[in-house]
């Protein structure tokens, strides 16, 4: 099993440029999760998805938008990157929403 | 609002002596609680888990937990700690209703063991 898997890992944008960041996990999850984590702020939930079918805002969704394109897998754009999010982005899974998540490697993205 | 709060934000601490990780979080209901290590440069991997039982609860790499339901604590615990424990350490709890349907994390603890 790969678990949870992030494309790509490593990404520079200027500003203004749109991305997705890709995730699949290969555990049969039911629960997807997109976090950031910035220096001194611990992660932060940007958009989650309870089960395959919905998602909802996390606590930091604005300028991001996530698609749940099947129960493996869950994305997130960025339309307009802004160097507001500069980041390292993480995706997690877990088999129910409230139970131990699996991160992926995460994706360093650089907006210039 | 509900809340997870890790007392410390770096804690230092010589090779081979002890180490306390604090986790405090604000809840009437039941929970369960996490912890989780993140070594330089990776993901988050889990150390350990409370679900329900016993109040000690035993991890990977020689760490264990205390769960304080008196006190809403789940201090983070090493007898003896290695360089290679250096890394940031996140609390996390969850509940099926009040923290709605989904994991909290605290803000982390940088742990950095020197020699």
């Known amino acids: 099993n790969a678990g949870v898997t992030q494309t790509p890992k490593f990404q520079v944008l200027k500003t203004g440029q749109s991305m997705t960041l890709q995730c699949a996990q290969d555990?049969?999850?039911?629960?997807m999760y997109w976090y950031r984590q910035d220096p001194g702020m611990g992660l932060r939930l940007i958009y989650y998805?309870?089960?395959?079918?919905?998602?909802d805002k996390g606590e930091v969704p604005n300028g991001y938008n996530v698609s749940r394109l099947n129960k493996r897998e869950f994305s997130l754009r960025l339309e307009s990157a802004a160097p507001s999010q500069t980041s390292v982005y993480f995706c997690?899974?877990?088999?129910?929403?409230?139970?131990?998540?699996?991160f992926g490697p995460g994706t360093r993205l650089t907006v210039t | 609002a509900q809340s997870v709060t890790q007392l410390d934000s770096q804690v230092p601490v010589f090779e081979e002596a002890p180490v306390e990780l604090r986790c405090n979080y604000s809840?009437?209901?039941?929970?369960?609680l996490f912890w989780y290590v993140q070594y330089p440069n990776q993901g988050l991997q889990l150390l350990l888990k409370?679900?329900?039982?016993?109040?000690l609860v035993k991890g990977i790499n020689g760490f264990e937990a205390e769960f304080n339901k008196s006190q809403t604590s789940f201090h983070l615990r090493k007898p003896s700690v290695h360089i290679s424990d250096t890394a940031e350490y996140f609390c996390?709890?969850?509940?099926?209703?009040?923290?709605?349907?989904?994991?909290?994390f605290g803000a982390g603890t940088i742990l950095r063991v020197k020699s």
């Open positions: 555990m049969n999850h039911n629960s």
């Open positions: 998805s309870a089960s395959e079918g919905t998602t």
């Open positions: 996390a709890v969850a509940s099926s209703g009040e923290y709605g349907n989904k994991l909290v």
């Open positions: 997690a899974s877990s088999v129910v929403s409230w139970y131990e998540q699996y």
């Open positions: 809840s009437s209901v039941s929970v369960y």
């Open positions: 409370y679900l329900s039982g016993s109040t």
